[in-house]
C-alpha cells in the first residue's frame, strides 16, 4: 500500500489532502500527489466560490483497484455554513 500527501495544515493552508493506493502492475516510483495553483491549471483559480484551498493532482503510471482519497480542513481558521457539501471535480 502506497501512501502520498500534500502536506500538513499550517500557517498558509486550511486543507490537506493524502492518498493510498495499492499499485499492481505498474511503475510505483510515478506515484504523486502534488498540490495544483493557477500557474500550472489556469482553471484552479483560488477565488473561486466554493475553492477552500488549493487543487491536487494525483497521478501514477499503471493500474490500481481502489483508492481512499483523504482530505483535512482546519475548521479553526475559516467557520464553514451548514449548507456546505464537499465536492471533488476530476478533470
Given at each position: 500500500?502506497?501512501?502520498?500527501s500534500?502536506?500538513?495544515?499550517?500557517?498558509?493552508?486550511?486543507?490537506?489532502?493524502?492518498?493510498?493506493?495499492?499499485?499492481?502492475?505498474?511503475?510505483?516510483?510515478?506515484?504523486?500527489?502534488?498540490?495544483?495553483?493557477?500557474?500550472?491549471?489556469p482553471?484552479?483559480?483560488p477565488?473561486w466560490?466554493?475553492?477552500?484551498?488549493?487543487?491536487?493532482?494525483i497521478s501514477?503510471?499503471?493500474?490500481?483497484?481502489?483508492?481512499e482519497l483523504?482530505?483535512?480542513?482546519?475548521a479553526?481558521?475559516r467557520?464553514?455554513?451548514?449548507k456546505?457539501?464537499?465536492?471533488?471535480?476530476a478533470?
Open positions: 500500500m502506497l501512501e502520498k500534500t502536506g500538513n495544515i499550517g500557517a498558509g493552508t486550511m486543507v490537506a489532502a493524502s492518498v493510498k493506493m495499492e499499485v499492481k502492475n505498474g511503475l510505483t516510483d510515478s506515484f504523486e500527489i502534488d498540490e495544483v495553483d493557477s500557474f500550472d491549471d482553471y484552479s483559480l477565488f466560490m466554493g475553492y477552500i484551498g488549493p487543487g491536487c493532482c501514477v503510471e499503471g493500474e490500481f483497484d481502489k483508492a483523504t482530505f483535512l480542513y482546519d479553526s481558521k467557520k464553514l455554513s451548514d456546505f457539501v464537499p465536492r471533488i471535480c478533470s
